[in-house]
């Protein structure tokens, strides 16, 4: 079992809808989850990083986490043509290495 | 500062050979991290320093790679006697000890021939 694990995609969803994009993790320990974007040849981009449970929302982004389901997912609402990219789920257990996703491939359709 | 820097940005090299990359850090920035990612992949965590002190390091991480951070700034990433499987993007990123959010540099591309 990997132990953070992406849908690679590709997503697609037409201009203004949500965009829903789902991570699951292995390790129960985990403390902290993170959400980065990376365009083709460019390097990650910190999106949002959440701790607890629930909801956590910047702007169009909405980052949930569920620690009994071991589950994180991104919300991208009125999603646009220059959201698309690669979307890494990355998780940090008890120390400071941080395990990334595959990531999921998000093609938003003008 | 305009952020984490990188170089070179791009290296070829012909197997056998040795190659070191150099990170710039954000200036202050305590925490320095090395990590590859080939394509279709996520980054790969290779290792991690606090400071001058290098604190975890990847079993993934062969005998022929080594970083340092001499003087807890710069870090250098060396691959010894390179092979075609290390062709890859090795990528820095920094953070304050304090805070959660690493910044990545652009990132240095290796291809071994």
């Known amino acids: 079992q990997k132990e953070v694990e992406q849908n690679s995609g590709p997503l697609s969803v037409p201009e203004g809808a949500i965009a829903s994009l789902n991570c699951t993790y292995s390790d129960r320990g985990s403390q902290s989850f993170f959400w980065y974007r990376q365009y083709s040849g460019k390097s990650p981009e910190l999106i949002m990083f959440?701790?607890?449970?629930g909801d956590k929302e910047d702007g169009r982004f909405t980052a949930q986490l569920n620690k009994a389901s071991q589950y994180v997912s991104l919300l991208i609402r009125d999603s646009q043509p220059s959201d698309s990219a690669t979307y890494l789920c990355?998780?940090?257990?008890?120390?400071?290495?941080?395990?990334f996703g595959t990531g999921t491939k998000l093609q938003v359709i003008p | 500062d305009t952020g984490v820097s990188q170089n070179p940005r791009h290296k070829i090299t012909k197997r056998g050979q040795n190659v070191t990359f150099r990170c710039d850090p954000i200036?202050?920035?305590?925490?320095l991290y090395w990590y590859r990612q080939t394509l279709g992949q996520g980054p790969e965590f290779l290792t991690y320093f606090q400071n001058e002190a290098q604190l975890e390091k990847s079993r993934l991480l062969s005998d022929r790679f080594s970083a340092e951070r001499p003087k807890g700034s710069f870090s250098t990433l060396e691959i010894q006697r390179t092979e075609q499987g290390d062709s890859a993007m090795y990528l820095c990123a920094s953070s304050f000890s304090s805070e959660e959010t690493q910044y990545f540099g652009p990132g240095t591309r290796l291809l071994v021939l």
């Open positions: 959440i701790y607890s449970n």
């Open positions: 990355a998780v940090r257990g008890g120390y400071q290495k941080v395990t």
């Open positions: 200036s202050e920035h305590n925490r």
